[in-house]
Antibody, heavy 119, light 110 residues
């Protein structure tokens, strides 16, 4: 069974860059799309973007100018960068596995990691 | 992109059925059969319960069912149980190649 684990700083200062990593174990990152999704405290889920193992990516237009998602197949992991951040970016960030197509659902999720943006 | 529209909250008594709506546009829900539903208990990660409008993953109770009419997808929970109390979110593929979530519906079992 595939497992996903998000990691990164829990606190980021305003105007800096939020950087997170998602490590995939129990399965290969190859042949799947992988997504980043976030959830501000007490609010709903928000799709940030996804990436195919080959590097092809899609982004939420609301984030497009600020976000970069990358994949490292040799290390079986994907990364998220969001810049510059503000308090509105405080959220639990999840990575999730999609399918073989960009329209596929997310069937496996990480536990999530809380990122707080504050000075 | 605009979030799909879901009721903020719904409640029901044990054994009852409830239906959660998820309304979008021709550019997302109405244009594709790529709607999925997720159940999320407090402090936990979301869990897939319906995919491609009507399909249940292995291990998901048959009490959960999905449907779609026009620009509105729906999730029905039959025979409501206390463990069904959770946040339910829909997600749809869009014609811009992205995905979009609904705002989430908090279900309370009275």
């Amino acid at each position: 069974q595939v497992q996903l684990l998000e990691s990164g700083p829990g606190l980021v200062r305003p105007w800096e860059t939020l950087s997170l990593t998602c490590t995939v174990s129990g399965g290969s990152i190859n042949n799947y799309y992988w997504s980043w999704i976030r959830q501000p405290p007490g609010k709903g889920l928000e799709w940030i973007g996804n990436i195919y193992y080959s590097g092809s990516s899609n982004y939420n237009p609301s984030f497009k100018r600020r976000v970069t998602i990358s994949v490292d197949t040799s290390k079986n992991r994907l990364s998220l960068e969001l810049r510059p951040v503000s308090a509105a970016d405080t959220a639990v960030y999840y990575c999730a596995r999609g399918g073989r197509f960009s329209y596929d659902y997310n069937d496996s999720w990480g536990q999530g990691t809380l990122v707080t943006v504050s000075s | 992109q605009s979030a799909l529209t879901q009721p903020a909250s719904l409640s029901g008594s044990p054994g009852q059925s409830i239906t959660i709506s998820c309304t979008g546009t021709n550019s997302d829900v109405g244009g594709y059969n790529f709607v999925s539903w997720y159940q999320q208990h407090p402090g936990k990660a979301p869990k897939l319960i319906i995919y491609e409008v009507i399909n249940r993953p292995s291990g998901i109770s048959s009490r959960f069912s999905g449907s779609k009419s026009g620009n509105t997808a729906s999730l029905t929970i039959s025979g409501l149980q206390t463990e069904d109390e959770a946040l339910y979110s829909c997600m749809s593929y869009t014609n811009s190649g992205s995905q979009v979530f609904g705002g989430g519906t908090r279900v309370t079992v009275l």
